[in-house]
């Protein structure tokens, strides 16, 4: 019997490796990806498009038009989705992503045969109700009004407005203008032109029996049609670093993001640079939380971003001060880039900070779902599955000396955006 007064021996993360799905197309050309790896009766099913902001011809109808598939289809109303739905014990959710629009549906697995045909109409024939598309343009322009008074939001959009450019699909904001401007034959459109095979990519996981696969190669095929990949519009702008300060409302707290723009997960510096985001502010005993949280209390939280997409990606410093601790809130983040410009890590905060990066990875491949969101990003982000290990055996490998170095190429101070906003 084990003796319960002594807790377990700590070991080492010795391996650590991304489960390989199992790789087929259905019959129409999709490819699906996978997971078999569940004990419980459930499967997710997740098909993605390639028909997110890259994709676009007008402002915000990714969005909408993903949103609104919920609302129903040709045989079935949006008051059908929802009770067929909840009757069986399923979920379909559409997490709108930048480059991509994604439908899951999950679904215990003796009633999969009842809500794929749900799943089949949405997509193939998607409703898209004017006066559901009005209600949309109407909560989301009244929720743009809420975002707006908060400085938070208002910091985000534009440095990522400065980052990219106001037309560049990742930089443009939404407006209540952009939203009225919407129309049922724009979400057509979208739907007619991106939603086929050769645009798309289906991930299954959890327990999945030959049967199934059957069922959703069936299902899936008939409801998406065939047509080549979409080509993205993604033409670079040229922006330069400023430094800017928005005055509104009279909120105590300002809100500051520093950042440049940066590179996707393909880029070579990808893997040692998501360890130095890491050691900077990436978790809650960075650099940045233990100075301007722990020492100076000027904040209750302060991050670092690494934000990747297919087609790019940028880095940013985020947090919300009283307007007295603004400037030296600054001068101290600046502080700590150049604190890793000049001195090399210790060995032992860097092995914390291994320690937490591999837990975290351990926790990315525990469980089919969980597995299954990994290989799909890496998959739309135009990824080999072997990135995983890549990054796995980075963070084991780098050393203090190439963080340096990357510091001295990335944390510049004339090369970061510069935004505050407060009254």
């Not at 009004?145 to 930089?171: C, M, W």
């Not at 990747?308 to 919300?320: D, L, Q």
């Not at 937490?356 to 739309?380: A, K």
Request: glycine residues 8%; charged residues 25%.
């Amino acid at each position: 019997m084990p003796d319960r007064t002594r807790p377990p021996q700590i070991h080492d993360i010795a391996t650590l490796a991304l489960p390989e799905p199992r790789c087929l197309r259905l019959s129409n050309g999709m490819p699906a990806y996978v997971t078999s790896k569940g004990t419980q009766e459930v499967i997710k099913l997740e098909v993605a498009f390639h028909a997110g902001r890259p994709f676009e011809r007008k402002p915000l109808v990714a969005r909408a038009a993903t949103s609104l598939l919920r609302e129903g289809g040709a045989r079935y109303s949006g008051a059908d989705v929802a009770e067929i739905l909840d009757f069986y014990g399923g979920s379909l959710s559409l997490p709108f992503q930048m480059d991509t629009a994604n439908v899951v549906l999950y679904s215990l697995n003796k009633h999969l045969g009842a809500l794929l045909p749900v799943l089949e109409d949405v997509l193939s024939c998607p409703r898209y109700p004017e006066e559901e598309l009005q209600a949309f343009i109407r909560r989301n322009q009244q929720r743009l009004a809420v975002d707006l008074s908060k400085n938070d939001t208002v910091a985000y959009r534009q440095i990522t407005e400065l980052f990219f450019g106001e037309r560049h699909p990742y930089g443009y904001n939404s407006t209540a203008a952009a939203y009225g401007a919407l129309q049922r034959q724009d979400l057509l459109a979208h739907h007619e032109r991106l939603f086929r095979a050769g645009n798309a990519a289906v991930f299954i996981s959890g327990k999945v029996a030959d049967s199934a696969l059957a069922a959703i190669d069936e299902a899936l095929s008939r409801a998406v049609p065939p047509g080549e990949a979409a080509v993205p519009d993604v033409a670079a702008v040229e922006t330069r670093p400023e430094r800017v300060y928005f005055q509104q409302g009279e909120a105590s707290q300002s809100a500051l993001r520093i950042g440049r723009k940066l590179f996707g997960k393909g880029h070579e510096d990808y893997e040692s640079f998501y360890v130095l985001n890491t050691v900077l502010g990436g978790y809650f005993g960075s650099r940045l939380m233990e100075n301007i949280r722990e020492e100076k209390g000027y904040t209750y939280n302060i991050y670092s971003m690494l934000d990747t997409m297919r087609y790019g990606g940028c880095f940013y410093v985020g947090t919300e001060v009283s307007q007295a601790y603004v400037p030296d809130t600054l001068e101290q983040i600046y502080l700590e880039m150049e604190r890793l410009q000049e001195e090399l890590i210790p060995e032992e905060e860097l092995q914390m900070v291994r320690n937490y990066l591999l837990g975290n990875f351990l926790t990315m491949v525990d469980g089919p779902f969980n597995i299954s969101e990994v290989v799909r990003t890496f998959v739309l982000e135009g990824q080999p599955l072997s990135k995983f290990g890549q990054l796995v055996q980075a963070v084991k490998a780098v050393q203090p000396e190439s963080l340096r170095q990357l510091a001295r190429k990335y944390f510049r101070k004339e090369d970061m955006w510069e935004v505050v906003v407060g009254a």
